[in-house]
């Protein structure tokens, strides 16, 4: 019998890797609380419907992408594709409109897609989200991407742009609809089969295919800025002018649509890195519908997501730093059997002090036990032999420069305090 691997399309993330995703998170919640975000976290789990009507009949998440299961009572559930249907629902379900508005929360967590696996893209994958409800402000827009452009620049990510479009309202998206499937027509069987079954149900998705004969036909197309009403259209002048005021690198993409159904008016990606190597590190925008899709109260929100391994990835490509390993500040080695009570008295003094600090459990012999606490990463080795326990010492050995010196016993853990070497 073989024994059990990980589904299709998950993995872990070990220690090597799960270190770096530490930083990642610490510095999203130190960014989400300056910027004042209080963090929600939200079941794994919804009932299917938010997700179909929240996020739209006719998006590929909900179509082809939904972890969907009946659970024992024969109710539908989902595990959650995304972050902004659960934040909307919980906004709504715990009343949060009685809150002074907008209500900024973030959250962070994995997400369930079933896509085809490939390199960097996982079925079970975490986000960092942001979401800004119970405003109409264009300048919460603003605030929502000058958010996610601080925590990239915290994390060392190069060149930040912000690449913005206005997909519209319900009172100008129809009119754009209409416009763009007039412009369509007549090369209708251009187009790819995908394409083809969007005329009808979702026209706007057309124009972010990737395909290159949908991409050539649908150079000259109406975009959604052409057809905006008048509010959209100035939502959309202050949103440009609250980024000049930030002093953020924009610029236009008419292509822009996102995926989800949900988006209006404003809709966002941040890109990083030179161009030919550039990546999408966050995608986001308003959805001032969404709460009322769902069965709520008109309830206007903006927000963004951007996915941990994509940054981590991202980090790793251009070099970033991810701050200091935390390994061992100390390796407690003990020459004999007999004293080794001694040792562990000393260990359990170095740890209640805030020392990161480990000891030999498999019977290795002196020599090894050097050995190994070189090879942990710990920056000294303390010492306990019958010389030691007898003249109340402890032996601290610098394993990066090999000097070594007598220390008082009670001295032990102040002397690695302060020596600068003290790890994270
Ligand atoms: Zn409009
Ligand atoms: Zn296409």
Redesign the pocket.
Known sequence: MSSISAPRGVRDILPDESWKWEHVLDVTARTAKDFGYREIHLPVFEHTELFSRGVGETTDVVEKEMYTFEDRAGRSLTLRPELSASMVRSYLENRMDKLHQPVKLWSAGPMFRYERPQKGRYRQFWQIDFEAMGSQDPYVDVETIALSLEIFKRLGLSRLEVVVNSVGCPVCRPVHREALQDFLRPRLND??????T?FDRNPLR?LD???P???EITDGAPDTISCLCDECSSHFSEVRKGLDTIGAAVSIDKRLVRGLDYYTKTAYEVLSGDLGAQNAVCGGGRYDNLAESIGGPHTPGVGFAAGVERIVLTMEQQGCSFGRQPLLDAFVVCSEEGIRDEAFKLLYELRSAGIAADIDYSGRSFKAQFKFAGGSGASFACVVGPEEVSSGSVTVKDLQSGEQRQVARGDVASAIMTSGHKNG
């Open positions: 187009l790819c089969e995908t394409c083809q969007r057309i295919c990737k395909n004969a949908c991409r």
